[in-house]
């Protein structure tokens, strides 16, 4: 009985050992144990998401790539977009690279970016200072010098290509045309396919021979760069910027959904002057919902000239009623000395039906000559429901905070560079 106990125990040793030669070494295995340890050191310090990572690397990706480890990133952000799924608590990091180099720190977009999906985390890994470098702007489609032809609903070109003109599904354009029947000029167009030398769109144009057409200059455009129409969605460290050269390119991101927050995040919705001088509809950030939170961010900037009746931050878009939205410790950074334009614009006398919050906010305007040049720090339609609520916040370059003081109050008259006021009046 000892004896056979003894070689069963024997056995079951050589069996274990026979196993575990069996085994593949981790060196040998496919990539599970590597994938997973390496996406453990790749996830260390971001958000906690309960859905899937997917990295964007602007060097290094590629569309072909799963974009689920830095090794394997996506090289745009609407790439990493389309592979969340709404709802699912996916996340976007966006990798920059520390050289400087603006191809090396910036996700390019060739056309506006309809954010519709619930539920997604998008974080910037880049220094998180002042003008960040977790960059997301236009890349601008431009064609011209080709021969065109015109049909309904096609431009077609003889040699050449679209797609290396940067088109893309999606994208916004504007038509110059001045041939023998400059029909088309100035009319717009959203693209809906596209090959080399064929750009399909939705509006319709009237059809014209080369000869008609003439010199045509087909130049894309963003009004905004994103407007986000899903809820639940943050943001992090991102450095956003509309890059449309065109006056047609206006506003920076527009948020169209209850419940998004964002953190540390630069807004500029116009980096140009034409687009700059566009009168009232032009914004960094557009606030037409409610239950909006905006942590350490900043709106605009002072290299860029803004010279209209227009403001950083714009509230609502038509009659629909916005509410509870805070903004704290923020920064507004402009340029002008157009006395008309302003750091918040009201956009109708309904819109506000519940008081916009402003904490430690500062709005200042950078051009030394033109202090108190500037009107008013609120412009745009008077709310007759509730206000702008400005707590602990300062400005400098407007002679005053704004023309209403029955709609809006502040707790540090000193606070303003010129007369200033607590409004007293709240209904």
Same mark, same amino acid.
């Given at each position: 009985m000892k004896m056979n106990k003894y070689l069963w125990i024997l056995l079951l040793l050589s069996l274990g050992l026979s196993l575990g030669?069996?085994? $593949?070494? $981790?060196?040998t295995s496919p990539s599970t144990y590597y994938s997973q340890s390496q996406l453990a050191v790749d996830i260390a310090g971001l958000p906690a998401i309960r859905g899937t990572w997917y990295f964007v690397d602007p060097t290094t990706g590629s569309a072909t790539n799963s974009g689920k480890l830095k090794s394997a990133a996506f090289a745009t952000l609407k790439t990493a977009y389309d592979a969340c799924t709404s709802g699912a608590g996916d996340g976007i990091c966006v990798v920059a690279r520390g050289t400087g180099t603006a191809s090396q720190t910036t996700s390019y977009l060739k056309a506006p970016l309809a954010w519709s999906k619930y539920s997604i985390t998008v974080y910037g890994l880049a220094d998180e200072a002042y003008f960040g470098r977790a960059r997301?702007? !236009? !890349?601008? $489609?431009?064609?011209?010098?080709?021969?065109?032809?015109?049909?309904?609903?096609?431009?077609?070109r003889t040699s050449g290509?679209?797609?290396?003109?940067?088109?893309?599904?999606?994208?916004?354009?504007?038509?110059?045309?001045?041939?023998?029947?400059?029909?088309?000029?100035?009319?717009?167009?959203?693209?809906?396919?596209?090959?080399?030398?064929? *750009?399909?769109?939705t509006e319709t144009f009237t059809a014209q021979t080369a000869a008609e057409c003439g010199t045509v200059v087909l130049t894309g455009y963003f009004a905004p760069l994103i407007t986000i129409s899903g809820e639940?969605?943050?943001?992090?460290?991102?450095?956003?910027?509309?890059?449309?050269?065109?006056?047609?390119?206006?506003?920076?991101?527009?948020?169209?959904?209850?419940?998004?927050?964002?953190?540390?995040?630069?807004?500029?919705?116009?980096?140009?002057?034409?687009?700059?001088?566009?009168?009232?509809?032009?914004?960094?950030?557009?606030a037409a919902a409610s239950e909006l939170q905006f942590d350490d961010c900043y709106f605009g900037t002072k290299s860029t000239i803004y010279a209209a009746a227009n403001a950083h931050i714009k509230l609502g878009i038509s009659t629909t009623q916005i509410g509870q939205v805070f903004f704290n410790r923020c920064k507004v950074i402009s340029y002008s000395a157009t006395a008309g334009h302003?750091?918040?614009?009201?956009?109708?006398?309904?819109?506000?039906?519940?008081?916009?919050?402003?904490?430690?906010? !500062?709005?200042?305007?950078?051009?030394?000559?033109?202090?108190?040049?500037?009107?008013?720090?609120?412009?745009?339609?008077?709310?007759?429901?509730?206000?702008?609520? *400005?707590?602990?916040?300062?400005?400098?370059?407007?002679?005053?905070?704004?023309?209403?003081?029955?709609?809006?109050?502040?707790?540090?008259?000193?606070?303003?560079?010129?007369?200033?006021?607590?409004?007293?009046?709240?209904?």
């Open positions: 030669i069996a085994q $593949p070494t $981790p060196s997301i702007t !236009t !890349t601008v $489609p431009v064609t011209t010098g080709a021969t065109v032809t015109m049909t309904a609903h096609t431009v077609v290509s679209f797609i290396t003109d940067n088109w893309a599904v999606g994208s916004t354009g504007y038509c110059t045309s001045s041939g023998t029947a400059s029909t088309n000029n100035a009319a717009t167009f959203t693209v809906t396919a596209v090959t080399a030398l064929t *750009l399909t769109f639940n969605n943050r943001f992090f460290n991102l450095h956003i910027v509309n890059g449309s050269t065109l006056v047609q390119g206006i506003g920076g991101v527009s948020v169209q959904a209850n419940r998004n927050y964002f953190k540390n995040c630069h807004f500029i919705g116009a980096s140009n002057a034409t687009a700059a001088a566009v009168a009232t509809t032009q914004f960094d950030i557009e302003g750091a918040i614009i009201v956009t109708n006398a309904v819109t506000l039906g519940g008081w916009i919050t402003f904490s430690d906010c !500062t709005f200042s305007n950078w051009n030394s000559g033109a202090i108190t040049a500037l009107t008013t720090v609120i412009i745009g339609a008077t709310p007759n429901n509730c206000g702008i609520f *400005l707590h602990n916040c300062g400005e400098i370059g407007w002679a005053a905070w704004g023309a209403n003081d029955d709609k809006w109050v502040t707790d540090n008259a000193a606070g303003a560079a010129g007369v200033g006021g607590i409004g007293l009046n709240i209904q």
